[in-house]
């Protein structure tokens, strides 16, 4: 059971908008700790998307944008293209216990 | 360009000790004020920390995994590594060494990853 709670899967098709939601807590997202995601495509490592919640890396289209607001996060892809089909997943500091690095159970974006 | 690989056996006996490690190319793991870690993805499931080092030597487990987890640092080959207890079925997993910005931040660059199976 993670940490983080995203949907399993969303649709679009090219050219849509579609945003994926990371449902967390007081001790994660909601104690300000920044959110990243990550995209994987299957067989190979994952990526870094946004870092700090809503910055992107060198490299990265300016289609992908992150946001946050209160205990959730949201990943936001304009213009889908087909090769944004894969697995998507946020990622934050947990307070609780220790501290730890959780992640989100993932989503799976498939473009139409 | 900082670069990660990982090595190690793909199969594990089940109760026997997991053991990877993963070489650092384009950085020094000793580091000033380097993070080191790994992050795990069992099949068909989602991704999980493991755990990660700080280049004084400090570490930070995921508490889940904590009391069976070891990771280490090996400055003179440029590596570090991750040792896994007591191993299941339930520790089948890709493993990947990762660079931790910061202990509470993101993870950049990923190794391609290594499938461990866990069986007898």
């Known amino acids: 059971q993670s940490e983080l709670t995203q949907p399993p899967s969303v649709s679009g098709a090219p050219g849509q908008r579609v945003t994926i939601s990371c449902t967390g807590s007081g001790s994660n997202i909601g104690s300000d700790y920044d959110v990243h995601w990550y995209q994987h495509l299957p067989g190979t490592a994952p990526k870094l998307l946004i870092f700090g919640t809503s910055n992107r890396p060198s490299g990265v289209p300016d289609r992908f944008s992150g946001s946050k607001s209160g205990t959730s996060a949201s990943l936001a892809i304009t213009g889908l293209q087909a090769d944004d089909e894969a697995d998507y997943y946020c990622q934050s500091y947990d307070s609780s216990l220790s501290g730890f690095v959780v992640f989100g159970g993932g989503t799976k974006l498939t473009v139409l | 360009q900082l670069q990660l690989q990982e090595s190690g056996p793909g199969l594990v006996k089940p109760s026997e000790t997991l053991s990877l490690t993963c070489n650092v190319s384009?950085?020094?793991?000793?580091?000033?004020?380097?993070?080191w870690g790994w992050i795990r993805q069992p099949p068909g499931k989602g991704l999980e920390w493991i755990g990660s080092i700080y280049f004084s030597g400090s570490t930070y487990y995921n508490p889940s995994l904590k009391s069976r987890v070891t990771i280490s640092v090996d400055t003179s080959k440029n590596q570090f590594s991750l040792n896994l207890s007591s191993v299941t079925a339930a520790d089948t997993a890709v493993y990947y060494c990762v660079k931790p910005v910061a202990r509470r931040e993101w993870f950049d660059p990923w190794g391609q990853g290594t499938l461990v199976t866990v069986s007898s």
């Open positions: 384009g950085a020094s793991v000793s580091g000033f004020g380097s993070y």
